[in-house]
């Protein structure tokens, strides 16, 4: 997306609800997850199609059973999507609970980012990143799992340029540095593997290699690699399967799919 918008830090919104999604994608190599993520850029809910259609990112969400959804591009009240809230709108759908990160205001409303969880959203904040062709920030939420366990999601989408990312990506890993839980990174990189951008996250995240073809981009016949889930180095857990999943229409990106366990140091 560009635009000339001139951005404001505002605040997080979020609202809670409750029910369980479906589930048809079970683990890749039938073990059970500790914690589920997708991550999805779905450009405002307009699909390939041109139509604009929540309802079926919804109905993928459910399908997933993810347990957590980081969403990019996530209209507020704006013009274009009919002045629909589209993180409340997909957190009823879903039944899960919701928060919404803005990058600016926009057509009348604001741009920007969402989370989406099974268990209440905890510590929401939405961290300022470096100024580049767009504002951005990263949204960042702890979530408590089983057993009292506690992960913390940043959602991602870093832009325009390798400098303005890199600066993106420096002031994001300075932010979580301190952070006490383990860390997940989730959401469009728009960086390819290899690059001074993934080069720099990897030295302090570990990058899941993904299961099968790695192209999130574009959905009609993807041939780049931009979309990631990150795991901080320091963190009991690792990745049992991450999946491109094979959804053409419904954005410009397909979504990925990640399936995380605890090490075995930190089984009960």
Known sequence: MKTNALVLLLPVVFLSCTSEPRDRHGPANGSPHALRVLAYNIHHGEGMDK???????????????????TLQEIDEVCKRTGGVDQATRLGKLTGMHHAFGPFFDYQGGRYGMALLSKRPLENVRNIRLPDGAEPRTALVATVTLDGGRRV??????????GEERLAQADKLMASLADEPHPTILAGDFNSRPGDPVMRAL?????IVPKNGSSFTFPSTGPNREIDYLLIRRDAPLQARSCRVLDERVASDHRPLLTDLAWTERDEP
């Open 202 to 206: 990897g030295r302090r995240y570990v």
């Open 51 to 69: 139509q604009l259609d929540l309802e079926r990112i919804a109905t993928l969400i459910k399908d997933s059973g993810a347990d957590v959804v």
């Open 152 to 161: 913390t999601i940043a959602g991602i989408h870093l832009y325009r340029t």
